[in-house]
């Protein structure tokens, strides 16, 4: 993704050439456009003297995967292998996926993800655990061995592709349907 009105230089680095159309981030070896100043898998930037978006004296370390905007040290890092913003850097990413949405209301979940679909969004319902036989119950006493890293496991989520992050919460916030994903639960 091409960053826009930043300042920059246009050596490339942090990448290998696959061919005329695309690129290999050499960080987290996830494909790009060839035109892209940064991964938007990890954030990497591909592009030398891209300034931060809140300290512009500063050489920025990465862009923010949700918001596209490039950040310091101070104001970003690398979160479980993503450059996030400090806005940014409690949501709930899984295999390019950002949790927008959630809870044990299976109803709510869906309509949510039709609202978000008839907006022109990509969303997709997850769910850890769903017992054989019922209707979808879970609970959010449980906790899976292993992966658990702080957010309800089995919990009904709303997941939209990273670049759709910000479209997603418009339309959530302007229909009135409450409980963003900055406050992890």
Do not use: W
């Not at 990413?93 to 979940?109: H, P, Q, S, T």
Request: negative net charge.
């Amino acid at each position: 993704m091409p960053l826009g009105g930043c300042h920059k230089s246009h050596k490339r680095t942090h990448m290998s050439t696959e061919d005329d159309d695309q690129l290999m981030c050499s960080r987290c070896s996830n494909r790009a456009k060839a035109e892209d100043d940064f991964c938007p898998h990890c954030g990497e930037l591909f592009t030398d003297g891209i300034r931060c978006s809140q300290h512009p004296q500063l050489p920025a370390s990465g862009v923010c995967i949700i918001c596209a905007l490039p950040f310091c040290d101070e104001c970003g890092g690398v979160v479980v292998g993503h450059f996030l913003c400090a806005h940014h850097d409690s949501y709930e990413i899984c295999e390019g996926m950002v949790r927008i949405y959630g809870g044990l209301d299976d109803v709510a979940a869906q309509y949510a993800q039709s609202c978000l679909e008839q907006s022109g969004l990509h969303p997709v319902l997850y769910c850890r655990r769903q017992p054989k036989g019922g209707a979808r119950f879970v609970s959010a006493l449980y906790a899976a061995a292993g992966d658990y890293d702080g957010h309800i496991v089995n919990e009904i989520k709303v997941m939209v592709p990273c670049s759709e992050v910000q479209e997603a919460e418009r339309v959530l916030v302007s229909l009135n349907i409450k409980q963003l994903p900055s406050a992890t639960a």
